[in-house]
């Protein structure tokens, strides 16, 4: 245990999925190392993103296909104790005991940087050599003149609603404002979706269609390329003025219009530390500040803001301090959105503009397992170059994410369609989707004049090999 007067090797700011992995790598190659957390460790992803609204959204899965059987209407409560018991079971693993039994010394409060190698918490001094920020982000709130703030919830208040909203309108359209606004539909609240743009607009169109699909069909009032102008207090809620001239009444509106990093007061100008123009931590691909003594990883920086690539970066980041490596972070993200169907993608998509290159698609009516399941709407999509090496991917349908693996391992190692093709895979499965787009991009390279000519060269000569042989043999 690090006694709280020594020199620490790595003060780990923040104790959310960065700041525990970057503390316990840090701790398991031996640095002394100190974690500061303001509130309760665990992070977002804990207490009020991946595992609550994870839980959320096969709670309202399994209240739909109740309702659909038997006309009973989900019980909320029931609901939100499903989500607390999932919190409750997963916490002791991120628990300040056990960052503690693995060599972690933790400090509960509000760190303040003092100068080069001196920090503050709650007026005790820590001295250290390196520091990792891990702070991660809060969401983002825009002011809608008029709306009664009590109204509001986001992505981190959300569960604190005790009863369901009869009339919830979302404002956004990203993973978020899809997943929460289909739960919450499923489980009975009347849902409007207000979208600047059009739903999940880093996705493929397709992709993105046929989850806009879905979502209407579970009764979700999708209003894509509008804006809220107003708000004005009724007796039952707020009237919503949209900027189409057209208006909607809600009880609660949950705002899911992106994530702004906690930087403010971590004195980060007293160590050099550059933030961007969204107050963002500026990192190197090495994931150090412009201070060289001084790393962050996880939502604070610029980077895509995923659990799992936040954990990675925190990893990358304490060996590179406690070490002295200069391990590089990946540039292959993959990403799943967790709405029914899913949406997984890794590397290029069609809405990357994919300009010179091949798409492969499979449509899963193509895809045994989805036909036996009677769930045929999804599609596997290959983005290749030339020579077949894949570049990226999307796919639309159950358990989509875990299919992904076998995408993001081929785009981070260079792996071709040829690969993939020669890979046995498991059958019925619905990782076959891969497999076949894959197949059908082999079959058309082989199929090219250039490959035709020396396939068929090939034939002839196994022909007359085989013509010689058997004559041969005839003579003797």
Known sequence: MTDK???????VVGGGTAGIVGATTAAGMGARTVLVERARTGGDCLWTGCVPSKTLLSAAEHAAQVRALTGQAPEFKAVRERIFAAINFIEPVDSPAALEAAGVRVIKGTL?????????????TIRFRQALVATGAAPTTTGIAGLDRDLVVTSETVWDLET?????????????????????????????????????????????????????????????????????????????????????????VLMAIGRSPRTAGLGLERVGVELDGGGHIVTDTRMRTTNPLIWAAGD?????????????????????????????????VPRVTFTSPEVAAVGLSTA???????????QHSHVDRAVTEGNTGGFT????????????????????????????????????????????????????????????????????????????ALVWGRRRWLDSAALHRRER
């Not at 059958?427 to 079959?443: E, Q």
């Open 300 to 332: 604070v920086t610029a980077n895509l803001q995923f659990t799992h690539l936040a954990g990675v970066h925190a990893s990358v980041s304490a060996a590179n301090a406690v070490l002295g490596l200069k391990r590089r972070i990946s540039a292959t």
């Open 381 to 456: 999509r290959l983005v290749v170059d030339r020579r077949g090496k894949i570049l990226g991917g999307t796919l639309v349908g159950p358990r989509a994410g875990e299919s992904l693996a076998e995408l993001t391992l081929a785009v981070q190692k260079g792996m071709t369609t040829s690969n993939i093709a020669g890979t046995t895979h498991a059958y019925p499965t619905y990782s076959d989707g891969v497999w076949n787009a894959a197949v059908a991009d082999v079959r058309e390279r082989l199929a090219s004049p250039l490959m035709g000519r020396a396939t068929a």
């Open 352 to 362: 990357d503009g994919g300009s010179g290159h091949r798409v492969r698609t499979v």
């Open 164 to 252: 369901l909203p009869a009339r919830l309108t979302i404002v956004g359209g990203g993973p978020i404002a899809c997943e929460l606004g289909q739960a919450f539909a499923r489980l009975g609240s009347q849902v409007t979706m207000v979208v600047r743009s059009r739903i999940l607009p880093r996705e493929d169109p397709d992709a993105a269609s046929l989850v806009r699909q879905a979502l209407e069909s579970d009764g979700v009032r999708i209003l894509e390329h509008t804006t809220i102008e107003k708000a004005a207090s009724t007796g039952a809620g707020t009237r919503l003025q949209l900027g189409t001239g057209t208006a909607l009444a809600a009880d609660t």
């Open 5 to 11: 007067h020594q020199l620490v090797d790595l003060l």
């Open 112 to 124: 303040t940087f003092r100068g080069p190698g001196v920090a503050e918490v709650d007026g005790e």
